[in-house]
């Protein structure tokens, strides 16, 4: 059979191809065995490959897969590629190398990381940027929330899908959890929980909607690795996610805004008129559907509840679902967007939370970054390639 592939000649990101495009190809790979999936995300992940084409190995943020040209963002400290897009590759690559037999995508990534985990880091923390061709840190900046995210889920999961195998991904999960704890996590004088920002040494006391993943982040990694720690990390789930909640009731809509501030005056609530939007995101209702599956405390699915309700109070609209501008206004500014995440993640798991356990379950399937689910090696819809057996 011919095929023919008609190429987009423009810059896209890598990172949201990857999780956006990949993942779900994947996905669909591993429910189906339709080899028409595999063999497009083949297609795809060679197109990919230049971007890795840089000095250290580390690839750029972005490419043009028509031409194969890739740079990174101006912005992006002087040029650096950004942690929570090198570093959320690992979980697409790597399964693609197993259902194909070729080991090309996973060496990248596999390289990827151990450049990362070779480099010096201030105080244990990984920094948001990196230049790919010295391979030096750039501004320490140090976030769980917004350009860090990612790269401590796909940690913690790449052990997790690799059927805990993979020994260096949870060795530096634990080892970057660890430094999270002890540098970026505080309580408030109100008795909840947050995970700061750090400009080099300095304090934040904010956090982001994006940082809200962390609690069900804490839980998985308290389940999986069932030790001495677990007892202790399941509890900074439990608060974190607590907070989260928090900045979504301390508003008028129970919807929660883009960040939320501690001071000695105001506790989870956006400070910042230009932060206090909500577009459709997940990362709440993410760690309500993990923390419910793994600890089955029936608040998670009350708090979903007001959050479905929520939704379809202020973010619904004749066409579908919008975010708003104001989540402290109840007649907010709608921004007329309907985020392709909201189907793939906001809904997936508030529709998971009120779902049987047997249906996705967290033993067979990890979510990758865009919720697109892979699985974990031993479930047999991984379809190990016989070559890599
Ligand atoms: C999603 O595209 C992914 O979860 C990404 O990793 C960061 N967050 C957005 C949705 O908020």
Wanted: include cysteine; charged fraction near 25%; hydrophobic fraction near 35%.
């Amino acid at each position: 059979m011919i095929t023919m592939t008609m190429v987009v000649n423009s810059e896209i990101s890598l990172f949201e191809a990857n999780i956006r495009f990949m993942g779900s190809l994947l996905t669909n790979y591993a429910l189906t065995g339709d080899v028409m999936f595999r063999d497009k995300a083949v297609q795809l992940a060679e197109r990919m490959l230049p971007a890795f084409q840089t000095e250290t190995g580390i690839p750029h943020s972005l490419i043009n897969l028509h031409t194969g040209m890739s740079r990174n963002y101006g912005w992006a400290s002087g040029g650096c590629s950004i942690l929570s897009e090198l570093g959320t590759m690992h979980l697409e690559f790597s399964y693609l190398s197993d259902i194909t037999g070729n080991p090309v995508f996973k060496s990248k990534v596999e390289h990827v990381r151990s450049t990362l985990r070779s480099l010096e880091k201030p105080k244990g923390l990984y920094p948001n940027f990196i230049h790919p061709r010295t391979g030096k840190w750039g501004l320490h900046h140090i976030s769980l929330g917004a350009l860090g995210d990612s790269f401590y889920e796909y940690l913690l999961k790449a052990w997790i899908q690799s059927g805990k195998e993979d020994t260096e991904a949870r060795e530096m999960y634990e080892e970057a959890i660890n430094a999270i704890i002890d540098h970026m996590i505080f309580k408030s004088p109100g008795g909840l929980t947050y995970v700061s920002d750090l400009k080099y040494d300095k304090v934040e006391h904010k956090m982001g909607h994006l940082a809200c993943f962390a609690g069900g982040m804490f839980a998985l990694g308290a389940k999986a690795m069932d030790n001495d720690e677990s007892r202790n990390h399941m509890a900074y789930a439990a608060e974190l996610t607590r907070t989260c909640h928090e900045s979504y009731d301390r508003s008028v809509t129970k919807l929660g805004p883009e960040t939320f501030h501690f001071t000695d005056k105001t506790e989870a609530k956006c400070l910042k008129n230009g932060e206090k939007y909500y577009i459709l995101r997940p990362e709440t209702f993410e760690s309500y559907f993990i923390l419910w599956r793994l600890t089955k405390d029936p608040k998670y699915r009350e708090w979903g509840w007001e959050a479905v309700e929520a939704l379809e109070k202020h973010c619904r609209v004749p066409g579908g679902f919008t975010g708003i501008s104001n989540v402290y206004s109840v007649d907010s500014a709608k921004d007329d967007v309907q985020q392709s995440y909201f189907f793939a993640e906001t809904l997936k798991y508030l529709y998971l939370l009120f779902s049987d356990d047997n249906l996705i379950s967290l033993d067979d399937w990890v979510f990758n970054s865009e919720a697109h689910m892979l699985p974990i090696k031993g479930n047999p819809l991984y379809r190990q390639a016989p070559t890599t057996l």
